[in-house]
T-cell receptor
Framework: GEDVEQSLFLSVREGDSSVINCTYTDSSSTYLYWYKQEPGAGLQLLTY?????DMKQDQRLTVLLNKKDKHLSLRIADTQTGDSAIYFCADRGIGAGNMLTFGGGTRLMVKP | KAGVTQTPRYLIKTRGQQVTLSCSPI?????VSWYQQTPGQGLQFLFE???????NKGNFPGRFSGRQFSNSRSEMNVSTLELGDSALYLC????????????FGSGTRLTVV
């Protein structure tokens, strides 16, 4: 089946930029999503990118997509302690209905 | 606008019992999907319902089932519970099926003892 991979952990200092990386295997991916999960909570949609785009910016968030390498990244500018959470990338392929394939999540820790 | 509501928030059941979880999607959303989240397996897709029809199903045993009602509310049922069914069960709803992403509820934490 399709696979989505993420590194497990990232630690940054408050005010620095964070870059969370994701790789996927599905050549037919249509949309790719970034979700945030805080302790005890569900998943919050942060942003998404359509597969024919290279980049999308949304306030402090920048998503870069390299379709050739099947690599997706999420950059958080001026990272704050409130950004500490687990970040999931997810892939929706053609014909997948509304099924998303999630990566294992990257735990972001922001140190003051 | 109310979000996706899942009930109950927490549940403790005994092995062999069955359980029903409920999900009320955002008003106007017709697609409801269910996911299981565990520390070992991460987030795994269970099934998706659209207009009362199951449109997609993940790789779970037949003990896991679901349905959707005419008001788009959905329930999932797990019969003959096993310890490994302990997980956070998340429901997601969407309106336009791909552009707007999927809004998740806070989940139901099921513990099987």
């Amino acid at each position: 089946g399709e696979d989505v991979e993420q590194s497990l952990f990232l630690s940054v200092r408050e005010g620095d930029s964070s870059v969370i990386n994701c790789t996927y295997t599905d050549s037919s991916s249509t949309y790719l999503y970034w979700y945030k999960q805080e302790p005890g909570a569900g998943l919050q949609l942060l942003t998404y990118i359509f597969s024919n785009m290279d980049m999308k910016q949304d306030q402090r968030l920048t998503v870069l997509l390299n379709k050739k390498d099947k690599h997706l990244s999420l950059r958080i500018a001026d990272t704050q302690t409130g950004d500490s959470a687990i970040y999931f990338c997810a892939d929706r392929g053609i014909g997948a209905g509304n099924m998303l394939t999630f990566g294992g999540g990257t735990r972001l820790m922001v140190k003051p | 606008k109310a979000g996706v509501t899942q009930t109950p928030r927490y549940l403790i059941k005994t092995r062999g019992q069955q359980v029903t979880l409920s999900c009320s999607p955002i008003s106007g959303h017709r697609s409801v999907s269910w996911y299981q989240q565990t520390p070992g397996q991460g987030l795994q897709f269970l099934f998706e319902y659209f207009s009362e029809t199951q449109r997609n199903k993940g790789n779970f045993p037949g003990r896991f089932s679901g349905r959707q009602f005419s008001n788009s509310r959905s329930e999932m049922n797990v019969s003959t519970l096993e310890l490994g069914d302990s997980a956070l069960y998340l429901c997601a709803s969407s309106f336009v099926t791909y552009k707007s992403g999927y809004t998740f509820g806070s989940g139901t934490r099921l513990t099987v003892v």
